[in-house]
């Protein structure tokens, strides 16, 4: 019998696919037996969605200056 | 001519044949996911966009000089790196800064958004920022755990390795990472449903 503690540390890593094919049958069925099991997957699996979708971006000015900075380095690696 | 569908050892190795073109398909395919990293942990978006930079001095002259590892992804080493000078300039500075912007009034203008309304935008950039607010009330394991699977793409095992700790104590942190997130998204009662999971 699997511990709740390590049950809930399984379904972490298959929240972020890092469970195997095997593995994977396992946790579906304990998913479909287990309410607070279910319900804790969901949270998390929510949880990370909401986080992979706060992205930020550099300006283009922060841009330019890196590849500025990278064609000189290659001008003198050149020269 | 480079691809775009080129994996990141590809364009690096293009890049260290003096291809500039790889280097900019490489810095443009990972520049949201490095400068996330660093805005997440400095709230400040001149001292990300400066350690933005630092961050891709320093890799541009490890590649440049030979010295790139190529065993491991390009962007858990880039990230990391980024990771580690946030977080280095953050103890120096012992505070979280204020959130500086360039206008004032565009707070969030460094978000990303795509065919939105106005509002649709201002509702999301409220949303993203109170997570973002969210994230930095995490006690420091657990937020760097979430940081590093999140931003520098590392397995459970790899940030266990790194950072010191078993895998199950880095499961473990970001499993009461995740649910404090959730219990704190629970309580200030924000908008994501309606806005996140909307479908495009």
């Known amino acids: 019998m699997t511990s709740t503690f390590t049950q809930k540390n399984n379904i972490i890593r298959f929240v972020y696919a890092e469970t195997t094919v095997a593995e994977n049958e396992i946790l579906m069925q304990a998913l479909l037996i287990d309410d607070e099991l279910y319900d804790f997957y969901m949270k998390c699996a929510f949880t990370k969605e909401s986080i992979d979708k706060m992205e930020f971006e550099p300006s283009n000015k922060c841009i330019t200056n890196i590849l500025n900075y990278s064609k000189k380095v290659s001008l003198q690696v050149a020269s | ?200």
């Open chain 2, 1 to 200: 001519m480079i691809k775009n569908n080129l994996s990141d050892a590809e364009l690096l190795s293009h890049y260290k044949q003096g291809n500039e073109k790889a280097f900019e398909v490489l810095l443009r395919r990972h520049k949201s996911k490095i400068y996330s990293t660093i805005f997440t942990i400095v709230k400040d978006q001149y001292v990300a966009e400066d350690l933005m930079q630092d961050v891709f001095i320093k890799i541009i002259d490890i590649i440049r000089s030979g010295r790139y590892n190529e065993e491991g992804k390009f962007i858990q080493w880039a990230s990391r790196m980024a990771h580690n000078l946030a977080i280095d300039n953050f103890r120096r500075n012992k505070r979280y800064p204020t959130i500086v912007l360039e206008d004032g009034m565009n707070v969030f203008n460094s978000l990303h958004f795509a065919e939105e309304t106005v509002e649709d935008v201002r509702i999301k950039n409220e949303t993203h920022t109170s997570l973002r607010n969210m994230i930095q009330t995490l006690p420091e394991p657990q937020r760097e755990v979430l940081l590093m699977r999140h931003y520098a793409e590392m397995s459970f095992q790899e940030i266990a390795e790194a950072t010191g700790v078993s895998i199950n104590t880095s499961l473990g942190r970001m499993r009461y990472a995740l649910i404090n997130l959730r219990k704190l998204i629970e309580k200030t009662n924000v908008a994501y449903d309606q806005y996140l999971y909307a479908e495009k």
